[in-house]
């Protein structure tokens, strides 16, 4: 099933027309044509079963057959904050697999020791969507603006499971060991040097509780993507 993304799609719809990038894909690309049957994802959970009435290159039409609601929603809900890498195609590789194996939010945050202080929203998001039809999933993890790590504390949920993953010789636990199955958590993953030791003190204060990745020294994304692995397959049915 060729699934494509329409996030202003309406769940009582029952004709919808593509735009044109997303008309020119199926219609160039993939070659589809009156009668064939595709996927709409609003990326908030709802999956729409189509057929196409009208296989236009700029604005092909489509009839809705019938809608899924909360299509693939998981038991529970993971943010992961976590700093930008300083080679740009590693956090982009990150947001790509993270996506493919299930997280709900990303946000960049900009440490004491961060080598990369901007990113770009839409690209990354474009990046993110590809995952999303990749994976065949309904919901499209949501991409914040990059924040100071230091902002950050201020504004997450407190109400989630909290934890921070950094390398400095203190007293640790693993994540399962921690994990409480079926919640909200939110993981802080550090950039390239770590996090300083102010910033750890900070997030200890705010409620975080340190965790180790292992006894090996993890990339970056590595370590971002090693939690949000860890967490869903705690999470798993």
Known sequence: MHLFYTPDIAPSTTEYTLNEEESKHGVKVLRLGIGAHVAL???RGNYFDCEIIDAHPKRTQVRVLSIKPEFGKRNHYLHVAVAPTKNNDRFEWFLEKATEIGIDEITPLICE???RKDIKVDRLNKVITAAVKQSLTA???KLNEAIKFADFLQRVDQNSQRFIAHCVDLERSTLKQLLIPKADYCVLIGPEGDF???????ALEKGYRPISLGHKRLRTETAALYACMEINLANRD
């Not at 300083?196 to 900070?202: G, L, M, P």
């Open 139 to 141: 919901y499209h993890p």
């Open 41 to 43: 994802i609003d990326g």
């Open 196 to 202: 300083s030791t102010q910033e750890i003190r900070e």
């Open 113 to 115: 020791h961060s080598e």
